[in-house]
């Protein structure tokens, strides 16, 4: 029994205890580390000791990305919210309410256009906190808008994929959007505009099958968990155990499947010398600027 909460009047409990928040300190999921929130978010999300990557809140995200934090966001279309009518435990209506409030976007991708040390692009981010950055109708119908409105600007095109995979609720559905994201990056590179792709943990399924795996260039966050079917489903159904760092951002590079892997604050002078060098437009200097 706590004796404060139970035993001692709430005037006096007040003196007792003095209320903080929940997040004030971050334990590192790899080491144990506990990290101040401030200075984790002052370091990109990237927790000092370890160089652990723990997941970036989108705007963030976006703020450490374009020059200046200075960027256009784009619409996306509406779609029908519940084709399937689909409930389990709560209806998945009630399920995209609950997410739209808790994370303040309409669904798992948010599309941005702006500069990246001069060069101009449209990046996509897919939103984990948002249903497991499931691919949806709502999610296919804004990397596809994003990847039209590049061709339209004649610029790059990023996306930072982190997902689950395809979003269960919407069923067919939602497997229709792995050949229609694919359409588009065909468009991309009968356009000649380059489409460069940066996996952010964790990476897996239908995502991984579609539009995550199909870039010019794949760049890789340390310790990216990237993959289909998980670790654990495929022992199962091989009988085998798995070699040490299956399906971790470092292993696909040694075996090809990552061109490289970056750590987080080199990721903005990366994609900019790759916009430059792939759209031959010379980068613009932080410093001189």
Not at 18 to 27: D, H, Q, S, V, Y
Request: hydrophobic share 40%.
């Amino acid at each position: 029994m706590n004796w404060i909460s139970n035993v001692v009047p709430p005037k006096i409990r007040s003196f007792l205890r003095r209320e903080t928040p929940e997040n004030l300190w971050i334990k590192c999921p790899d080491s144990g580390e506990l990290v101040f929130h401030k200075d984790l978010e002052h370091n990109l999300y990237v927790v000092p000791g370890s160089n652990f990557h723990m997941r970036m809140p989108v705007k963030q995200r976006l703020d450490s990305l374009f020059d200046e934090a200075k960027y256009e966001s784009l619409p996306t279309p509406d779609v029908p919210q519940d084709p399937l009518k689909f409930r389990d435990v709560k209806r998945y209506t009630d399920r995209l309410k609950e997410y739209r409030t808790k994370t303040g976007d309409a669904d798992a991708i948010r599309l941005a256009a702006g500069s990246i040390e001069g060069q101009p692009v449209v990046v996509a981010v897919q939103n984990f906190d948002f249903l497991g950055g499931s691919l949806g109708m709502a999610a296919g119908e804004a990397i596809i808008t994003g990847m039209a409105a590049a061709i339209e600007r004649r610029v790059p095109f990023i996306i930072f994929t982190a997902s689950g995979g395809a979003r269960m609720q919407e069923g067919m559905f939602s497997l229709m959007q792995m050949p229609r994201t694919t359409l588009l990056v065909q468009q991309l590179r009968a356009a000649k505009l380059p489409y460069i792709v940066v996996l952010t943990n964790p990476t897996t399924g239908g995502v991984t099958a579609s539009y995550a795996m199909l870039g010019d260039v794949h760049i890789a966050e340390p310790g990216a968990v990237i993959g289909f079917a998980g670790a654990r489903v495929i022992e199962q159904t091989i009988r085998e155990r798995l070699p040490a760092g299956f399906q971790r951002a470092e292993y696909l590079q040694e075996h090809g499947m990552v061109d490289m892997v970056v750590n987080r604050k080199d990721i903005k002078s990366t994609l900019a010398r790759l916009c430059s060098l792939l759209t031959q437009k010379r980068v613009v200097d932080a410093d001189a600027a």
